[in-house]
C-alpha cells in the first residue's frame, strides 16, 4: 500500500511439538466484507503493541502447546486472541468474530493470555489466525485497514509465511468504531490456512511458530 504509516507491532512466537487438543474459540453468524483501503499519513514509524510466545512439547497422540508470554502494552490490546481452527469445509466467514460461538465446534485451540496449555490432534488440518484490536492514535494514525497489517511464520514440520502488508486479501476487519478517524479502533483477523488446504503436524513431529505479530503505522 501507497502512502502507509510506520506500523506498531504486535509480535507472537509459537513452538509447536506434536500433540492433541481441543481448543475454546468463538466465530461469527454474521457477513463481514474487507474494509476498503482510506487515505492515511506520508511519515511515521512502525513499533509494537504486543508479543506472544508459545512452548510445544510432542505427546503420544497430540502437542500441547502452552503460553510462555502474552504481553500487552496496557489495553492497546494489539493481538487479542490466537488461535487454531479447523480447516473443514468453513461454516464461518474468513472475518469471523471472535466474540461469537456460534462455530466453536471448529476451534481447536484458542490463546488469550499467560500460562495457558491446549493440546492439538496430530493430522488435523488447522487454519492459524490471529486476532488483532487495535487503537487510533494509540497503536496507528487512523483507524483504518492500511494503518494495520499481521505477519505469521513458522519453521519446522510446515513453514508459513503470511504478510497482509503484501497479501491484504488475508486480513479481514469484523468490527470498527469511528472507521478511518483519528480516534477509533479496527479489529481484524490475520489468516494462514496452506492456501486453503490447512496446516497440520504428523505424529511425533514439532513446528515452531516463530512470528504471530500486528503492526500499526504511526
Known amino acids: 500500500m501507497s502512502g502507509r504509516l510506520p506500523w506498531v507491532a504486535a509480535t507472537v512466537v509459537i513452538v509447536i511439538a506434536a500433540g492433541l487438543g481441543a481448543w475454546a474459540l468463538s466465530q461469527p453468524t454474521q457477513?463481514?466484507?474487507?474494509?476498503?483501503?482510506?487515505?492515511?499519513?506520508?511519515?511515521?514509524?512502525?513499533?509494537?503493541?504486543?508479543?506472544?510466545?508459545?512452548?510445544?512439547?510432542?505427546?503420544?497422540?497430540?502437542?500441547?502447546?502452552?503460553?510462555?508470554?502474552?504481553?500487552?502494552?496496557?489495553?492497546?490490546?494489539?493481538?487479542?486472541?490466537?488461535?487454531?481452527?479447523?480447516?473443514?469445509?468453513?461454516?464461518?466467514?474468513?472475518?469471523?468474530?471472535?466474540?461469537?460461538?456460534?462455530?466453536?465446534?471448529?476451534?481447536?485451540a484458542t490463546f488469550t493470555?499467560?500460562?495457558?496449555?491446549?493440546?492439538?490432534?496430530?493430522?488435523?488440518?488447522?487454519?492459524?489466525?490471529?486476532?488483532?484490536?487495535?487503537?487510533?492514535?494509540?497503536?496507528?494514525?487512523?483507524?483504518?485497514?492500511?494503518?494495520?497489517?499481521?505477519?505469521?511464520?513458522?519453521?519446522g514440520e510446515f513453514t508459513a509465511n503470511e504478510n497482509t502488508l503484501s497479501l491484504p486479501e488475508r486480513q479481514y476487519i469484523f468490527d470498527n468504531d469511528n472507521y478511518g478517524s483519528t480516534a477509533g479502533y479496527i479489529r481484524f483477523n490475520i489468516i494462514s490456512d496452506n492456501a486453503g488446504s490447512g496446516w497440520s503436524i504428523r505424529a511425533g513431529q514439532s513446528v515452531n511458530l516463530t512470528e504471530l505479530s500486528v503492526w500499526g503505522w504511526k
Open 113 to 155: 493470555d499467560n500460562n495457558q496449555t491446549q493440546n492439538v490432534n496430530y493430522e488435523t488440518p488447522f487454519k492459524i489466525v490471529i486476532s488483532g484490536f487495535m487503537y487510533a492514535p494509540d497503536n496507528m494514525a487512523y483507524a483504518t485497514t492500511e494503518n494495520a497489517y499481521g505477519v505469521i511464520t513458522s519453521t
Open 31 to 108: 457477513t463481514t466484507t474487507q474494509i476498503p483501503p482510506s487515505t492515511t499519513p506520508s511519515t511515521g514509524a512502525w513499533g509494537q503493541a504486543a508479543n506472544v510466545s508459545i512452548s510445544g512439547t510432542a505427546g503420544a497422540s497430540y502437542v500441547t502447546l502452552t503460553t510462555t508470554a502474552f504481553a500487552r502494552t496496557g489495553d492497546n490490546i494489539g493481538i487479542e486472541n490466537v488461535y487454531l481452527i479447523k480447516n473443514s469445509p468453513a461454516a464461518w466467514e474468513n472475518n469471523f468474530d471472535p466474540g461469537l460461538a456460534a462455530y466453536s465446534a471448529d476451534i481447536l
